[in-house]
T-cell receptor
Framework: DTEVTQTPKHLVMGMTNKKSLKCEQHMGHRAMYWYKQKAKKPPELMFV???????INESVPSRFSPECPNSSLLNLHLHALQPEDSALYLC????????????FGPGTRLTVL | AQSVTQPDIHITVSEGASLELRCNYS??????LFWYVQSPGQGLQLLLK??????LVQGIKGFEAEFKRSQSSFNLRKPSVHWSDAAEYFC????????????FGAGTRLAVHP
């Protein structure tokens, strides 16, 4: 199993809603990442988890809250988002935190109304 | 600071023609270098990566890339393009120290004519 799965594929939410994005990998990778990608732009790193601990937070607003319940799961909790947060949210993993994120999930297309 | 430049925003080639996508980087030492491909509405797939050693790197789907230190370049090539290669291609640079914070180029969108 060499894939990263993400749910849901699409999400529409209002600015007062609370929702969560889920990411899962069963490759035994010890680093997991959240990226945000706006239309026609490259991905931008948001968070890195290394051995289930948050190691990098790229100055992301607190309305985005990551969580790593175990070595296979990564969540991104969303609360009080703004319309400009609408984007494709990509999860990725790598076997070693010193490596590149080799495997990316298909992403969750988020629309904030 | 690290940076990546992909000079071509959009490239169109005919099916069966050769392809070269350009990538130039700025980094104080030899970085880690990567090429990713993204089909519409999809995540990214790693095509190939360069860490050290042979400067000509072979990847998946028939792609290769050559690291040229003197030109700070890592251009992606394919001898014969297939219609299914139409996608967005991203070059990326990673630091050798600490965690790998990839810096992506702006991307090159490849269109393939039959």
């Amino acid at each position: 199993d060499t894939e990263v799965t993400q749910t849901p594929k699409h999400l529409v939410m209002g600015m007062t809603n609370k929702k969560s994005l889920k990411c899962e990998q069963h490759m035994g990778h010890r680093a997991m990442y959240w990226y945000k990608q706006k239309a026609k732009k490259p991905p931008e790193l948001m968070f890195v988890y290394s051995y289930e601990k948050l190691s990098i937070n790229e100055s992301v607003p607190s309305r985005f809250s990551p969580e790593c319940p175990n070595s296979s799961l990564l969540n991104l909790h969303l609360h009080a988002l703004q319309p400009e947060d609408s984007a494709l949210y990509l999860c990725a993993s790598s076997q070693d935190p010193r490596e590149s994120p080799q495997y990316f999930g298909p992403g969750t297309r988020l629309t904030v109304l | 600071a690290q940076s990546v430049t992909q000079p071509d925003i959009h490239i169109t080639v005919s099916e069966g023609a050769s392809l070269e996508l350009r990538c130039n980087y700025s980094y104080g030492a030899t970085p880690y270098l990567f090429w990713y491909v993204q089909s519409p509405g999809q995540g990214l797939q790693l095509l190939l990566k360069y860490f050290s050693g042979d400067t000509l790197v072979q990847g998946i789907k028939g792609f290769e890339a050559e690291f040229k230190r003197s030109q700070s370049s890592f251009n992606l090539r394919k001898p014969s393009v297939h219609w299914s290669d139409a996608a967005e291609y991203f070059c990326a640079v990673g630091a050798r120290e600490g965690y790998n914070k990839l810096i992506f180029g702006a991307g090159t969108r490849l269109a393939v004519h039959p």
